[in-house]
T-cell receptor, first 114, second 113 residues
Framework: KAGVTQTPRYLIKTRGQQVTLSCSPI?????VSWYQQTPGQGLQFLFE???????NKGNFPGRFSGRQFSNSRSEMNVSTLELGDSALYLC?????????????FGSGTQLSVL | AQSVSQHNHHVILSEAASLELGCNYS??????LFWYVQYPGQHLQLLLK??????LVKGIKGFEAEFIKSKFSFNLRKPSVQWSDTAEYFC???????????FGTGTRLAVRP
């Protein structure tokens, strides 16, 4: 069974540009969540989707947005990129949206903003 | 705001030493707690989780954690570490259904052979 797939693996952008990151969950998983990982900050929660509905949103500016499609694949978009957006963006999927559910993580997309 | 804190940012141990990594949470009421591990070059993966029942939870690779409600703690332990335990460890928590999963800042463990 394939794991969580994130594309692209690496991305280099300049300030002011926008970027779209993609996540394909494990087959059959309906819940997808996104995290921003930076050294010293750990994982900061961005959003969580279940069956195309956003269930939770973290404390990020409106430049960060996401969506989930009917096949459970998810995308996140960051507009007007800033230097501070450089980070590893992780996607995780789970079978259900239960609070004790185990998350399966992808390898992440490493975004560098120059 | 609900939070999860890890006090040890970097830990260095020799093989066979005992390990305890601290984790505290600020949730009241029902809580679900997790430890995830990220080995070098690998995905984050679940070590163990607590959601109800026996407060002593056993996970993979000989790890265990104890939920102590009175101390708002969920410390990770292993009696004897191996070089292969070198990794970054993250504590995470959430309230009941509908709450987001909050991670601590992580603890980097280096085990000397």
């Amino acid at each position: 069974k394939a794991g969580v797939t994130q594309t692209p693996r690496y991305l280099i952008k300049t300030r002011g540009q926008q970027v779209t990151l993609s996540c394909s969950p494990i087959s059959g998983h309906r819940s997808v969540s996104w995290y921003q990982q930076t050294p010293g900050q750990g994982l900061q929660f961005l959003f969580e989707y279940f069956s195309e509905t956003q269930r939770n949103k973290g404390n990020f500016p409106g430049r960060f947005s996401g969506r989930q499609f009917s096949n459970s694949r998810s995308e996140m978009n960051v507009s007007t990129l800033e230097l501070g957006d450089s980070a590893l963006y992780l996607c995780a999927s789970s079978l259900r949206d239960k609070s004790n559910e185990k998350l399966f993580f992808g390898s992440g997309t490493q975004l560098s903003v120059l | 705001a609900q939070s999860v804190s890890q006090h040890n940012h970097h830990v260095i141990l020799s093989e066979a030493a005992s390990l305890e990594l601290g984790c505290n949470y600020s949730y009241g009421g029902t809580v679900n707690l997790f430890w995830y591990v990220q080995y070098p070059g690998q995905h984050l993966q679940l070590l163990l989780k607590y959601f109800s029942g026996d407060p002593l939870v056993k996970g993979i690779k000989g790890f265990e954690a104890e939920f102590i409600k009175s101390k708002f703690s969920f410390n990770l332990r292993k009696p004897s570490v191996q070089w292969s335990d070198t990794a970054e460890y993250f504590c995470a928590g959430r309230k009941g259904s509908g709450d987001k999963l909050t991670f601590g800042t992580g603890t980097r463990l280096a085990v000397r052979p």
